[in-house]
């Protein structure tokens, strides 16, 4: 399954419209897309939501920003941020969970370790990478295969994420595929 990755620095760098990512993912029919700009102010961000909004009707996840939670489907976030809530994951996600309900949670995982340590969460899928080098994370440590077998580690469904193609195929411990610049340039 296909997760969309609509990230706004990305799109900027090669001068791509977020409307036109958003109607593109929308015709390919992808059930889940998360939206990332870490460098905008929350109202960017608000505004560029409901822009996707109104082109996109599959589930959309809101990268770090919980304050923007309202008009998501769910909430991605890293490794370092979920720790802003608390140093221990375990009351980090009890937290989250009072301010964003049932909507979807997901958490970035790099490592055997954060993935066992995830396994123990109330999260609704974990990302996993880098699969492959990119452009748009260059620091990312690649993980390359061993990502196909640190997901089977998983309690919960996993994402791969880093240089992810259209074009991949993956056993079914791999639940989406999470896919940015392959979208842009196909």
Do not use: C, W
């Not at 880098?130 to 994370?137: D, E, L, Q, S, V």
Request: hydrophobic share 40%; glycine share 8%; charged share 30%.
């Amino acid at each position: 399954m296909i997760y969309a990755l609509l990230d706004k620095e990305a799109l900027s760098k090669r001068a791509l419209s977020l409307e036109k990512l958003a109607q593109k993912i929308e015709s390919l029919n992808v059930p889940i897309a998360q939206y990332r700009n870490k460098l905008g102010s929350l109202d960017e961000k608000k505004e560029d939501l409901l822009l996707i909004r109104k082109f996109y009707n599959g589930k959309l996840i809101v990268n770090d920003s919980i304050e923007l939670i309202a008009y998501a489907d769910g909430l991605h976030i890293g490794q370092e941020d979920i720790r802003i809530f608390d140093s221990e994951l375990d009351k980090a996600i009890i937290l989250i969970r009072k301010k964003i309900g049932n909507k979807l949670l997901g958490l970035s995982t790099h490592n055997r370790a954060e993935i066992l340590e995830a396994n123990e969460l109330d999260l609704n899928y974990i990302g996993l990478g880098a699969y492959r080098g990119t452009k748009t994370k260059q620091e990312a440590k690649v993980l390359g295969e061993e990502a196909l077998v640190l997901a089977k580690l998983s309690t919960h469904p996993v994402g791969l994420i880093g240089g992810v193609k259209l074009s991949d195929k993956f056993d079914s411990q791999i639940a989406y595929r999470v896919i940015g610049s392959d979208l842009y340039e196909n």
